[in-house]
């Protein structure tokens, strides 16, 4: 084998590698990450400001009789509750979105567009 030969079988064995090694990376960084067990929803902005409320993934693929209700998140200084029926909460699960308001404070309320994220 001469020099030539020998540094181009190299090369092509670099270049190989090389493919390989970037064909992987490639192939796992493609991988959806695992959807998450909870998510946050943040309500329209009234009087400068917004809430959030945050909703477990189980609580829509298995919506409690009751439904829920809590507490959003404090804003303007504040909170407000949220509820939410357990046919919404299908209905979400079942891929539609459903709008909701959440209690009146402070002479006002918030708006909430819920969807499914799973």
Not at 67 to 74: A, L, M, N, Y
Request: one cysteine or more; hydrophobic letters at 30%; glycine letters at 10%.
């Amino acid at each position: 084998m001469t020099r030539k030969e020998f540094l181009l079988a190299g090369l092509a064995a670099s270049a190989g590698a090389l493919a390989a090694l970037t064909q992987s990376r490639c192939s796992s960084s493609t991988s959806p990450p695992p959807p998450s067990t909870s998510r946050s929803f943040t309500s329209t902005n009234v009087n400068g400001h917004t809430h959030q409320i945050t909703i477990q993934r189980a609580e829509v693929q298995t919506p409690p009789a009751g439904g829920i209700s809590r507490q959003t998140s404090s804003g303007g200084g504040h909170t407000h509750t949220f509820t939410m029926s357990q046919a919404e909460l299908q209905t979400v699960n079942g891929g539609g979105s459903v709008t909701l308001s959440d209690a009146v404070t402070d002479l006002h309320q918030h708006s909430y567009t819920i969807t499914k994220w799973f």
